[in-house]
């Protein structure tokens, strides 16, 4: 069946000499596998460039839920990035995305609020001029709304402590010791409910900015075990003053 669905690159991985098995996140059907042939060849870079990373694509596919392996029958951009192919900050905040897209997004049905959340998130980072540093938190935390595990604020207004392993804010310290207090609970919160307009009224210096991002890692380790820890870390540790 030839079917027509926007959909967001989340790695690629050589399959064979000729041809790669590339997971995109489509807007149709979820997280799935294609076979695509000739990207590693030379003739094929203008081809291979749209299979990058995050790259937002319209495809015609022939979908079969039968197979694990899908075909891609037409490929264009759906978007053409303007200023993140020559900006290092943002290049280094696509690297921990695509990492944390590719550990959350594994087995992911269709959702078609979230596919609309994760590619307008993308165009945002694209088109910003300032305040995009602290782009990966405010991701991190409103992804956790589509991941089932956003934190509870409910009726707590002296809030003193946040609790990593029951995903709430509260001011009772919990038995199991695995809860953020003082400036930590601090700089979480007043992420908490933030949209990316709101990015440039955050006013973290690297340390804080570091420490939360540390913070919201353990925070999804708790929740989605298989997490592991970020090779892009230590980039974004470099790159973002």
């Not at 009224?201 to 919201?216: A, G, H, P, T, Y």
């Not at 997490?227 to 980039?235: C, D, N, T, W, Y």
């Amino acid at each position: 069946m030839i079917v027509n669905t926007r959909g967001i690159v989340i790695k690629q991985t050589k399959f064979s000499d000729s041809g790669v098995i590339v997971k995109i996140f489509t807007e149709q059907y979820g997280m799935q596998s294609f076979f695509v042939r000739g990207l590693r060849s030379r003739k094929s870079k203008s081809k291979a460039a749209m299979f990058q990373p995050l790259s937002i694509l319209d495809l015609s596919i022939n979908f079969s839920d039968k197979k694990s392996l899908q075909t891609i029958k037409d490929i264009d951009l759906a978007y053409s990035y303007k200023s993140i192919p020559d900006n290092m900050v943002k290049r280094s905040l696509l690297f921990f995305i695509v990492e944390l897209l590719y550990k959350c997004l594994k087995d992911e049905v269709k959702n078609k609020e979230l596919f609309e959340w994760i590619n307008g998130s993308l165009v945002w980072l694209d088109i910003a001029n300032d305040g995009y540093a602290n782009f990966h938190l405010l991701f991190m935390m409103q992804f956790t709304k589509f991941l089932g595990f956003y934190p509870s604020m409910s009726g707590i207004n002296d809030i003193s402590v946040f609790d990593l392993q029951d995903g709430q804010f509260t001011n009772t310290i919990p038995m199991h010791g695995n809860y953020l207090s003082g400036d930590q609970v601090n700089n979480i919160t007043s992420i908490y409910s933030m949209s990316l307009e709101d990015a440039t009224s955050i006013k973290f210096n690297r340390e804080n900015r570091m420490q939360v991002l540390e913070n919201l890692i353990k925070y999804y380790n708790f929740h989605i075990p298989s997490m592991g820890s970020f090779k892009s870390l230590e980039i974004l540790s470099v790159i973002l003053d």
